[in-house]
Each structure stands twice: as structure tokens, then as C-alpha cells.
């Protein structure tokens, strides 16, 4: 069976750091394109960063330059460096398996981050 | 980045109503759009994928369809579990975005 479980979330201070992990079971990770979203506490879903299968990354411009995509092929394992972090990167974030043409699925349960002071 | 406006944000629907949201691109996606369900305090779930395609395991009252950059997702008779939040993605181009979200209650 096809299963995600993100960790890693917490509560931090403003500029602060933080890395999701995201453990994958049931294929291998580094052959599927794979996915970071977030949704804000009674807001929509968010993309927030995603990782090729070979390898590539994209990331939205709201954390451009402070997250970074990345995987542990050994591990079966991605993850999520977030850096700076500010008052508007609150949410909970899940991982995702997705392609372009069938979607996201399966998704984590999620990791809540929560930056306050 | 491509914005979805999909409405309505609420919709308050009875058992067996027929229900119908919409989601509007504001540039052509083909079909790379997506359709999920989410309950409180749980994960997207995905329903239609490539516009019009249902995911294994989802019931046949849900159907999704296309034309141009409107993009339809119907329940064609609402059951008690169908009561959620509905929204849409596009994974034409990233940032894949997603519409803002229909609630769909209990009438």
C-alpha cells in the first residue's frame, strides 16, 4: 500500500528554521515526481514546492530562495528546508505523490508549522 | 501563474439534490485539472483527474467535465458523506494553483 507520513512540524519564532520530512512506503519515492503543499488555518490549499523524478525543482514564488526541496533516495525520504520563516508560512503542510496528468494522490495526514512570537 | 475562480464557495444541498460546482481558468490548462474532496481535520482526497477521468474507488455519482477553461464537477445525487469542501487544481503550468474551495452543507 501507497503511503505518506510527513513530520517535522512545530512551533517557531519569526526568521527562525524548520525541516519537514516526509517518509514515503510502498513505491520509491525518487521515481515519482513529489509535492510539498500547505493550507493556512480556514484558507485553500497551496502548492509549495515540488521535486522531478529526475530530479528538478520548482517552488513557489512566496518561498523562492528561503525553502528547498530535497530527497534522500537511501532513505525513501523527501523533505522540506524552510528558512526565514515568517508569520504567513503558518499552515499545515502535506506531501504528496502527484503527476501532471493524473493528479495528487496519495497525500500525508500533514505537519502542522506554526511561526509566532 | 494561472488563477482558478470556482464557484459557488457555499453550497447548502440536500440528500439525493443534484449538485454542480464550477471552476474557471484564467488561461487555457488543457485538461491538466484536478478535483478533490476534503473533510475536516483530514487530507485532500482525489476525484477526477485530466478533467474528466474518475480516480479508482471514487462512486460513479461523481463525473467531471470540460469545455474550454470551464470546468464542471458534478454529484449527481448528494449522499450524507458527500458533505465537504470541494476545490480544483490546475496542473498545467507551476505554481499549480488551486480554486479557493466550495463547502457544500447540509440544507
Known amino acids: 500500500e501507497v503511503h505518506l507520513l510527513e513530520s517535522g512540524g512545530g512551533l517557531v519564532q519569526p526568521g527562525e528554521s524548520l525541516r519537514l520530512s516526509c517518509a514515503a512506503s510502498?513505491?520509491?519515492?525518487?521515481?515519482?515526481?513529489m509535492s510539498w503543499f500547505r493550507q493556512a488555518p480556514g484558507k485553500g490549499l497551496e502548492s509549495v514546492s515540488l521535486?522531478?523524478?529526475?530530479?528538478?525543482?520548482y517552488y513557489a514564488d512566496s518561498v523562492k530562495g528561503r525553502f528547498t526541496i530535497s530527497r534522500d533516495n537511501s532513505k525513501n525520504m523527501m523533505y522540506l528546508q524552510m528558512n526565514s520563516l515568517r508569520a504567513e508560512d503558518t499552515a499545515l503542510y502535506y506531501c504528496?505523490?502527484?503527476?501532471?496528468?493524473?493528479?495528487?494522490?496519495?497525500w500525508g495526514q500533514g505537519t502542522l508549522v506554526t511561526v509566532s512570537s | 501563474d494561472i488563477q482558478l475562480t470556482q464557484s459557488p464557495s457555499f453550497l447548502s444541498a440536500s440528500v439525493g439534490d443534484r449538485v454542480t460546482i464550477t471552476c474557471r481558468a484564467s488561461?487555457?490548462?488543457?485538461?491538466?485539472l484536478a478535483w478533490y474532496q476534503q473533510k475536516p481535520g483530514k487530507a485532500p482526497k482525489l476525484l477526477i483527474y485530466?478533467?474528466?477521468t474518475l480516480q479508482s474507488g471514487v462512486p460513479s455519482r461523481f463525473s467531471g467535465s470540460a469545455s474550454g477553461t470551464e470546468f464542471t464537477l458534478t454529484i449527481s445525487s448528494l449522499q450524507p458523506e458527500d458533505f465537504a469542501t470541494y476545490s480544483c487544481?490546475?496542473?498545467?503550468?507551476?505554481?499549480?494553483?488551486f480554486g479557493q474551495g466550495t463547502k457544500v452543507e447540509i440544507k
Open positions: 488561461q487555457g490548462i488543457s485538461s491538466y
Open positions: 487544481q490546475q496542473l498545467n503550468s507551476y505554481p499549480w494553483t
Open positions: 485530466a478533467a474528466s
Open positions: 521535486i522531478s523524478g529526475g530530479g528538478n525543482t
Open positions: 510502498g513505491f520509491i519515492l525518487s521515481s515519482y515526481d
Open positions: 504528496a505523490k502527484v503527476a501532471r496528468s493524473t493528479g495528487a494522490d496519495p
